[in-house]
């Protein structure tokens, strides 16, 4: 019997329900090529709903999610919402109910993408970052005192337990050892000034890596050298694990090397839960209805939904779909610089499938 995927769809602001459709066309042809069915359910929860109700998210909105197979996200963000509501409301609130506490990022050049990288190419470009999700300065935890005073203080402080940790490294490692390409695992973090949270991290991580995964190779760099390295030698990553802040800063200088916020797709993960797929990008407010904004982040977010559901043969062909339309089609990957419209290239990948 065919298997069959309920799918909650949160298309979200600005230009995400524009590229969200075309992620559901393309789902819509492979599941018909591969032999399994997704039936999909919209909720429209994001900036429009939030000016019209005052509400950013229902109570109820992670109970619902919970009973789903995935979670398909277009984007969150909406220029007449100051900023911080809706990212903090919605994004950031879902991944901490759902417990999420994994960001997987691929960094993979597709060819034909420009990268503003010299003299490198998709045989250089191909790591992915595994982002702690739900931890560090995102916690929370923090205040501000005497505020509009000369004295005034404020704290944001970076909190990790060894639970958290380990998890993650575990995740890392699995992933490290799954993928199976050089075999090494990267930590990054920042043990000469972040003493005790990246002394925990590397602690932790040679631990379990010297128990549990003897047959992974163990790197370490600081993360401001990890940047250094990215765009000078991204030839030596396989996979790097780091903590919340800094994956979400080195995803953006990764995302840049792939081509931009047009490509770069992203899997906030709960193994044991429901997990939640995403372009990286923002929602592009002023590229909204005009149908020139690049589709393929979102379409590779879902792709790489149904790998985490298991439809490894169906994620593949969309990837494939997707490298032969970047190193044939496209002229370029910024909005309005494609050669194509959104919809049109929707089409071209769900042709190639
Ligand atoms: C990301 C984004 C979010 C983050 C924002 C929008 C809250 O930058 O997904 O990388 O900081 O995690
Ligand atoms: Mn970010």
């Known amino acids: 019997m065919s298997k069959a995927y309920n799918i909650a769809v949160l298309p979200g602001d600005g230009t995400g329900p524009e590229v969200v459709a075309e992620g559901i066309k393309v789902l819509k042809a492979v599941a018909g090529k591969f032999n399994f069915s997704l039936h999909f359910e919209t909720f429209d929860w994001g900036g429009d709903r939030y000016l019209k109700t005052g509400e950013v998210l229902p109570e109820s909105a992670p109970d619902q999610l919970r009973k789903f197979d995935a979670i398909y996200l277009g984007a969150i963000g909406h220029p007449d919402v100051k900023p911080g509501i809706l990212e903090k409301g919605i994004l950031l609130k879902l991944r901490f109910e759902l417990d999420q506490y994994i960001n997987l990022r691929p960094v993979k050049l597709y060819p034909g993408v420009p990268t503003p990288l010299k003299d490198k190419g998709p045989e250089h470009i191909d790591y992915v970052v595994v982002r702690e999700n739900t931890g ?16 005034e203080v404020a704290v944001q402080s970076m909190v990790y337990n060894r639970k958290q940790v380990e998890r993650c490294l575990r995740y890392a490692f699995d992933y490290t050892k799954k993928r199976n390409k050089k075999n090494t695992l990267a930590l990054s973090g920042k043990t000469n000034v972040l003493t005790y949270v990246y002394d925990l991290w590397e602690r932790a991580f040679h631990e379990v890596g010297e128990k549990d995964y003897k047959e992974i190779k163990r790197e370490y760099y600081h993360v401001d050298a990890t940047c250094m390295w990215m765009v000078k030698n991204p030839e030596w990553f396989d996979v790097i694990v780091t903590g919340n802040m800094f ?52 379409i590779a977010s879902a792709q790489m939904m149904l790998e985490h559901l298991g439809e490894d043969k169906a994620a593949r062909a969309i990837e494939s779909s997707i490298m032969n339309v970047t190193a044939n089609k496209l002229k370029s990957m910024g909005a309005g610089q494609m050669g194509y419209s959104t919809s049109e290239v929707g089409d071209l990948i769900a042709k190639g499938i």
């Open 136 to 151: 560090g300065l995102y916690t929370g935890i923090g205040g501000i005192s005497m505020k509009g005073t000369p004295d």
């Open 247 to 298: 994956g979400d800063i080195i995803t953006d200088l990764g995302a840049i090397t792939q081509g931009g916020m047009g490509i770069a797709a992203g899997g906030n993960i709960n193994p044991e839960g429901v997990s939640m797929f995403e372009p990286i990008g923002g929602s592009a407010p002023k590229y909204t209805g005009k149908n020139i904004i690049n589709p393929l982040a979102a």
